[in-house]
């Protein structure tokens, strides 16, 4: 408690496995549960003054924080306390990776996180700007299943069979131009070899197969 503080203590006694097994007291891992909160409050922090973004979040950290909510909220079904301290370690380095400080995503985030440590949370609370009252008065996130659904997929091209790349493609492509994008492809044109394919095999959202 002296040397980490609450918080840390509180979600690493979660964090060591789940509430029903008895489990040896170590602390040998505490130190990550520690990173991880600072991790958390940079989030709100650059060049050590409170900053936040009041402008729309982009969707990467949309679908990030909703796919969060959903997780958490099945955690919290289970009682899988350890599972929702990972998911919220995974939320929290991919926002960091995306450099995300938008205030829509990082005030849900609070809210999810205020039961897991409740001392960091309520004082980013205030820090955002709700001075008159605890975040627990505030509403649960609700999980949109809108940011989750997917508008691009990574193809797999395979040549006899053989997968040799993959190309990123909107999955509102007919048949008729995903093939005309595996074609313009700079990629295939080397596989290829100079040969003209006999037929293109193509199921939508999974797979490109060119014959040859």
């Known amino acids: 408690m002296e040397r980490?503080?609450?918080?840390?203590?509180?979600?690493y006694e979660m964090f060591l496995g789940p509430?029903?097994?008895?489990?040896?007291?170590d602390?040998?891992?505490?130190?990550?549960?520690?990173?991880?909160?600072?991790?958390?409050?940079?989030?709100?922090?650059?060049?050590?003054?409170f900053e936040v973004s009041s402008a729309p979040a982009q969707k990467e950290h949309l679908k990030t924080l909703h796919k969060t909510i959903k997780k958490i909220r099945e955690d919290l079904d289970?009682?899988?306390?350890?599972?929702?301290?990972?998911?919220?370690?995974?939320?929290?380095?991919e926002l960091t990776e995306s450099k995300c400080n938008h205030r829509e995503v990082l005030e849900a985030l609070t809210i999810l996180l205020a039961p897991y440590a409740p001392h960091i949370t309520e004082e980013l609370w205030e820090k955002l700007g709700h001075e008159s009252g605890s975040l627990y008065h505030a509403s649960y996130p609700t999980f949109n299943p809108e940011f989750?659904?997917?508008?691009?997929?990574?193809?797999?091209?395979?040549?006899?069979?053989?997968?040799r790349f993959k190309v990123k493609l909107?999955?509102?492509?007919?048949?008729?131009?995903?093939?005309?994008?595996?074609?313009?492809?700079?990629?295939?044109?080397?596989?290829?070899?100079?040969?003209?394919?006999?037929?293109f095999i193509?199921?939508?959202?999974?797979?490109?197969?060119?014959?040859?």
């Open 78 to 93: 289970r009682f899988s306390f350890n599972t929702g301290v990972s998911n919220f370690m995974i939320c929290v380095n």
């Open 27 to 49: 602390t040998k891992g505490i130190t990550g549960v520690h990173g991880f909160l600072k991790k958390y409050w940079r989030l709100f922090h650059m060049n050590g003054s």
């Open 170 to 199: 909107p999955l509102s492509l007919s048949v008729d131009e995903i093939q005309q994008e595996v074609i313009n492809n700079a990629e295939t044109a080397k596989w290829l070899e100079g040969k003209t394919p006999k037929k």
């Open 202 to 212: 193509i199921v939508p959202g999974k797979i490109v197969n060119v014959v040859i």
């Open 148 to 163: 989750l659904v997917e508008s691009d997929f990574d193809y797999p091209v395979s040549f006899n069979g053989k997968m």
């Open 4 to 11: 980490f503080g609450a918080d840390t203590l509180r979600m």
């Open 19 to 25: 509430v029903e097994q008895s489990k040896p007291w």
